[in-house]
């Protein structure tokens, strides 16, 4: 079956922009996490949304936002764009809701974004 | 601070040298997920230990999960150099019902010279 596709793959943007990233899950799979890698801060949660709602979320600001389609679609934008968001973001698709000791998250490619 | 510190944070060899890398907390998981990543694609999941003083194996690899659950090890036996990747531990913390997440460590890199 097809793994977790995340578009686009690469993405330079001006600070002040916004993005958007779109991330398709395994089908059957209703959970989409996002996720933040950095080389210094590592994997970081952004956001979890399960039956399109979002059921968990990071630390991270509000210019950061995201959502589900009913088809498990999930989109994932940041506004005013900063130099500190040049990062790879990576989407990860379950099959439940939440996370449980026998999780398998099974991530995309990820979209790596450059802020100039 | 980190809730899960991996040790070392960069480790390179050559093929055919054995190596253990770690993943260590001071906090109690319900579980411990190895994944590996390799360069421009997502991390991808080796093994899930959930009982303290489990072993696993997955071929060359084997798998730790501590006897308090506070702390894990991979060792790779005969490395190869398509072992070659970034190495991550992620944890699930007990309680907290639907709001777990997965705590992850920053991840060892080990690069496995021919």
């Known amino acids: 079956k097809a793994g977790v596709t995340q578009t686009p793959r690469y993405l330079i943007k001006t600070r002040g922009q916004q993005v958007t990233l779109s991330c398709s899950p395994i089908?059957?799979?209703?959970?989409v996490s996002w996720y933040q890698q950095t080389p210094g801060q590592g994997l970081q949660f952004l956001f979890e949304?399960?039956?399109?709602?979002?059921?968990n979320k990071g630390n991270f600001p509000g210019r950061f936002s995201g959502r589900q389609f009913s088809n498990s679609r999930s989109e994932m934008n940041v506004s005013t764009l900063e130099l500190g968001d040049s990062a790879l973001y990576l989407c990860?698709?379950?099959?439940?809701?939440?996370?449980?000791?026998?999780?398998?998250?099974?991530f995309g490619q990820g979209t790596r974004l450059t802020v100039v | 601070t980190q809730l899960l510190e991996q040790s070392p944070q960069f480790l390179s060899i050559q093929e055919g040298e054995n190596l253990t890398v770690y993943c260590n907390s001071s906090?109690?998981?319900?579980?411990l997920q190895w994944y590996r990543q390799e360069p421009g694609e997502g991390p991808v999941l080796l093994v899930t230990?959930?009982?303290g003083g489990e072993v696993k194996k997955l071929k060359r690899l084997t798998f730790q999960f501590g006897d308090a659950r506070k702390d894990s090890s991979l060792h790779i036996t005969a490395a190869q150099p398509g072992d070659t990747g970034l190495y991550l531990c992620?944890?699930?913390?007990?309680?907290?019902?639907?709001?777990?997440?997965?705590?992850w460590g920053l991840g060892t890199s080990l690069a496995v010279n021919p």
């Open positions: 992620a944890g699930v913390r007990p309680g907290a019902g639907n709001n777990r997440k997965l705590i």
């Open positions: 906090s109690v998981f319900s579980s």
């Open positions: 949304y399960f039956s399109e709602t979002q059921r």
């Open positions: 089908s059957g799979h209703r959970s």
């Open positions: 990860a698709s379950s099959l439940g809701q939440g996370i449980t000791v026998n999780t398998e998250a099974f």
């Open positions: 230990v959930v009982t």
